[in-house]
């Protein structure tokens, strides 16, 4: 069975700083991997998501992620905050043939000061 | 499209009450989800359907717990009888396979 795991709790940046999310999985084969956003009081929405192919993907936001398979890591990345981009991030896998949920990470709460 | 639609935001309760929960998937997608979010728990699945059937319900936590999904548009979650404990946020999502989520905005459940 898969597992994920999101190291940082909490994490503030400055606005307009980088920001790096980490994410480490546990899976015996690559993985579909996904960043989910939470904002207050909303669901989660999908930022980006990883099937195959070229290990650097785009999301919407300004946000990217990487895959590295010698890691077990699905970084998710933005070279410079917003405030609005204060909110609940999650990591999730999937495993390949999609025929079971994905499992979630415990989530990085993002908070940008001025 | 409207998305994953879940009715009602918000709902406040009194101990002992039943409690119905309702989601309206993204038409076409064959499965639905359902989810607790908990400061404590973070993110936990309740139980999926595929094709309006429940594959895995083993995340309910309780008899007092119960889904049904009676056609592919319309899902129900209920509890009764509620209990404090039972306050959450829950969530209705849905997808083409399991292996991906697309997530309503959410029932904040208060029980007092």
């Known amino acids: 069975a898969q597992s994920v795991t999101q190291p940082d709790i909490h994490i503030t940046v400055s606005e307009g700083a980088s920001l790096e999310l980490r994410c480490n999985y546990s899976?015996?084969?690559?993985?579909?991997l996904f960043w989910y956003v939470q904002s207050p009081g909303q669901g989660l929405q999908l930022l980006l998501k990883?099937?195959?192919?070229?290990?650097l993907v785009q999301g919407i936001k300004g946000f990217e992620a990487e895959f590295k398979r010698s890691q077990s890591s699905f970084n998710l990345r933005k070279p410079s905050v917003h405030w609005s981009d204060a909110a609940e991030y999650f990591c999730?896998?999937?495993?390949?043939?999609?025929?079971?949920?994905?499992?979630f990470g415990k989530g990085t709460r993002l908070s940008v000061i001025a | 499209d409207a998305g994953v639609i879940q009715s009602p935001r918000h709902e406040v309760t009194e101990m002992g009450q039943e409690v119905t929960l309702r989601c309206k998937p993204i038409?076409?997608?064959?499965?639905l989800f359902w989810y607790r979010q908990t400061m404590m728990r973070g993110l936990e699945l309740l139980i999926y359907?595929?094709?309006?059937?429940?594959?895995?319900d083993s995340g309910m936590p309780e008899d007092r717990f119960s889904a049904k999904m009676p056609n592919a548009s319309f899902s129900t979650l209920k509890i009764q009888p509620s209990e404090p404990r039972d306050s959450a946020v829950y969530f209705c999502?849905?997808?083409?396979?399991?292996?991906?989520?697309?997530f309503g905005q959410g029932t904040r459940l208060t029980v007092v």
């Open positions: 999502a849905s997808s083409f396979t399991a292996a991906e989520a697309f």
């Open positions: 899976y015996g084969a690559t993985p579909y």
């Open positions: 990883y099937f195959s192919g070229d290990t």
């Open positions: 999730a896998v999937g495993a390949i043939g999609g025929n079971t949920p994905l499992v």
């Open positions: 038409s076409g997608h064959d499965y």
């Open positions: 359907f595929n094709n309006n059937v429940p594959i895995d």
